[in-house]
């Protein structure tokens, strides 16, 4: 088992910053590839980033590249997502994800973290 806690959601103006962490416990985190997603209401959950379990590799949906950047520390355990020139259509609960290897797609992944709201103000 992997237990994932997310942290870091909050109230932010447009084109503002946001850092959420993904603290992991459990089975080795290095083992894991982390991703991440984002579900608003009304809407499908949607894949926002990913990175392997060796830190090396990272993926982004289209709408977050250039503003968002995932990354992980080892020796804390936890992974990362760095939000910049946040928009309203950010708005959303971001969830963290493990799984043995990268996947864009959520349903593929077997641990899940509890969400944490972000909301970005026009």
């Known amino acids: 088992q992997v237990q994932l806690v997310e942290s870091g959601g909050g109230l932010v103006q447009a084109g503002g910053s946001l850092r959420l962490s993904c603290a992991a416990s459990g089975r080795t985190f290095s083992n894991y590839a982390m991703g991440w997603f984002r579900q608003a209401p009304g809407k499908e959950r949607e894949f926002v980033a990913a990175?392997?379990?060796?830190?090396?590799?990272?993926y982004y949906a289209d709408s977050v590249k250039g503003r968002f950047t995932t990354s992980r520390d080892y020796t804390k355990n936890t992974v990362f997502l760095q939000m910049n020139s946040l928009k309203a259509e950010d708005t959303a609960v971001y969830y963290c994800?493990?799984?043995?290897?990268?996947?864009?797609?959520?349903?593929?992944?077997?641990?899940w973290g509890q969400g944490t709201q972000v909301t970005v103000s026009s």
């Open positions: 990175i392997t379990w060796s830190g090396g590799i990272t």
């Open positions: 994800a493990a799984r043995r290897s990268t996947s864009r797609e959520w349903h593929d992944y077997e641990y």
